[in-house]
């Protein structure tokens, strides 16, 4: 399957905290890419990380990449209540073009 | 910010009804998608396009139908709605295709939703 599993599948945590979500995918990849979405709207992409990197930032975003594990990690610091939404990964397999999501991780940052 | 748009954003129908999702593009992708994702859940690939004169079905089956008959128009039409076709529809392009020989991340632009009702 090309779709990544992300974990936990709902998260809750205070305002300030740091948020961690995990994505574990089967296949040889391209990039991996983090979507957020919030309820009702669709998907925005948030980062991009390729194969050959292990760690990017962007803002308060930080993607770590284990291609040996076969695993991602996204890393929310100092949350605030504007991050609540869901959060997809989507390992972009070699040769697809296409993108398959899971059912995400629903983060909720409480005030 | 993303320049693709769907319409309409929301709308109730009555069993039997006709309806027609619109999408469109301005960045020139080559690539568009349609997703159903039902609230909660993960997003289903229904339906994609490497362009124009090209529709493919996606991995969840669906009663709906596409075409692409212009670069920037991917619509999405349901002959006879009913209750099981009430959804959240999500329209998607990307500059990820075999006309531009293969290259680009792959990175999906998404439009902000159409949800349906049916009764």
């Known amino acids: 399957s090309q779709q990544g599993e992300e974990d936990p599948q709902a998260l809750s945590i205070q305002e300030g905290e740091n948020a961690t979500m995990n994505c574990s995918y089967k296949t040889s990849i391209n990039n991996l890419q983090w979507y957020r979405q919030n309820s009702g709207r669709g998907l925005v992409h948030l980062i991009l990380?390729?194969?050959?990197?292990r760690e990017k930032h962007s803002g308060r975003l930080r993607v770590t990449l284990d291609t040996s594990k076969k695993s991602s990690s996204l890393l929310i610091t100092a949350s605030r209540a504007a991050d609540t939404a869901s959060y997809f990964c989507a390992p972009h397999k070699m040769g697809a073009q296409k993108l398959v999501f899971g059912q995400g991780t629903r983060l909720t940052i409480n005030p | 910010e993303a320049d693709i748009y769907q319409t309409p954003r929301y709308l109730v129908i009555g069993t039997g009804k006709k309806i027609t999702l619109e999408c469109s593009q301005t960045?020139?992708?080559?690539?568009m998608y349609w997703y159903q994702q039902d609230p909660g859940m993960e997003l289903h690939l229904i339906h994609y396009s490497y362009g124009v004169n090209s529709t493919e079905k996606g991995d969840l089956s669906s009663e709906s139908t596409v075409s692409r008959i212009r670069t920037e128009h991917f619509p999405l039409t349901l002959e006879s709605a009913r209750p099981s076709h009430t959804s959240q529809y999500l329209c998607?392009?990307?500059?990820?295709?075999?006309?531009?020989?293969?290259?680009?991340?792959?990175?999906?632009?998404f439009g902000e939703g159409s949800r349906l009702t049916v009764l």
């Open positions: 998607a392009s990307s500059e990820f295709g075999r006309t531009s020989g293969g290259r680009g991340t792959g990175e999906l632009f």
């Open positions: 990380i390729r194969s050959n990197e």
């Open positions: 960045m020139g992708h080559d690539k």
